[in-house]
């Protein structure tokens, strides 16, 4: 199975979509190291949990993206 996005280059929202595309993988892991390692890093419990509750919300669902 193949999945292509295309992306009109010429098009200055279709340019910042690309770049946030680009970046969800990096957005993802920070997202997710502050949820499960954030307390090893000195994140307060407090911001952990707001952070997890805005994953939640939001249908991010890190077990679907690191399996």
Same mark, same amino acid.
């Given at each position: 199975? &193949? $999945?292509v996005l *295309?992306? /009109?280059?010429?098009?200055?929202?279709?340019?910042?979509?690309? %770049? %946030?595309y680009m970046k $969800? /993988? /990096?957005m993802a892991h920070v997202l997710h190291s502050l949820t499960e390692?954030? *307390? *090893?890093n000195d994140v307060s419990p407090e911001v952990i949990k707001e952070?997890? &509750?805005w994953c939640h919300d939001n249908n991010i669902?890190? *077990?679907?993206?690191?399996?």
């Open positions: 199975m &193949k $999945a *295309e992306f /009109d280059l010429d098009e200055p929202t279709d340019q910042e979509r690309l %770049r %946030r $969800a /993988d /990096d390692l954030g *307390e *090893e952070v997890s &509750k669902n890190f *077990e679907e993206i690191y399996t």
